[in-house]
């Protein structure tokens, strides 16, 4: 059966995308671990469909300022990815690149802004290659785009976005262990309802 939610996946989609995106984040995490030039290891990620509030919840705080990078994904799937930093773990990221280590978000210059938007996009290109490889799909990624905002805002853009299909997000739970501490993210892989139903088909799950 055709779904025409998020929200209408029965557990045994759910796994399978779970399944996928423990790969993905795997990938990710190596990706990110050459970049830094240190070791990083990645838990097992949840895959959950979240409301709006729960989303925001289980990220951070509604008025935290993070930094997110969004990618539109083409082609054979058609939708957002969105990758969110939490302010440890883009301290990881630009004491290692640039050297710097901000106590807010607000401080951010060019080159460390800059430096974010590549990590977060190389994050987001590591987990589809992985993606587009198990499922057998073509994805075509935008140029990516960065902000900084509070949590709150960022997550209203892909509500906007698909308002008129659901009012759910899928979010990938996943912590990066960086010399032993665990930094959190945020993760959203949000495929239109069709291109949803065509993975899960190809995948022989629906």
Do not use: W
């Not at 796994?15 to 097992?44: N, P």
């Not at 409301?51 to 919840?57: H, M």
């Not at 106590?103 to 802004?113: G, V």
């Not at 069709?194 to 022989?204: E, K, P, V």
């Amino acid at each position: 059966m055709r779904l025409k939610r998020y929200e209408d996946m029965n557990l045994q989609e759910l796994d399978v995308m779970k399944e996928i995106s423990s790969i993905g984040t795997s990938h990710a995490a190596t990706a990110l671990s050459k970049l830094l030039q240190k070791e990083i290891r990645i838990t097992i990620p949840e895959v959950s469909i979240l409301g709006y509030e729960e989303t925001v919840n289980k990220i951070g705080q509604i008025e935290e300022l993070v930094v997110a990078t969004l990618v539109r994904m083409s082609n054979e799937v058609e939708g957002l990815m969105l990758f969110i930093f939490k302010k440890d773990l883009a301290n990881a990221v630009l004491e290692k690149l640039v050297g710097v280590h901000i106590e807010s978000f607000e401080e951010l210059d060019e080159l460390a802004y800059s430096a974010l938007e590549e990590v977060g996009n190389i994050i987001i290109c590591s987990y589809v290659n992985a993606f587009t490889q198990l499922v057998g799909v073509e994805i075509d990624l935008s140029v990516p785009g960065s902000t900084v905002n509070m949590l709150g805002g960022i997550l209203t853009v892909p509500i906007a976005e698909y308002g008129y299909e659901t009012d759910k997000l899928m979010y990938i739970n996943a912590e990066f262990i960086i010399d032993g501490q665990k930094l959190s993210d945020g993760l959203l892989m949000l495929p239109d309802i069709n291109s949803l139903n065509g993975i899960l088909q190809r995948l022989g799950v629906s």
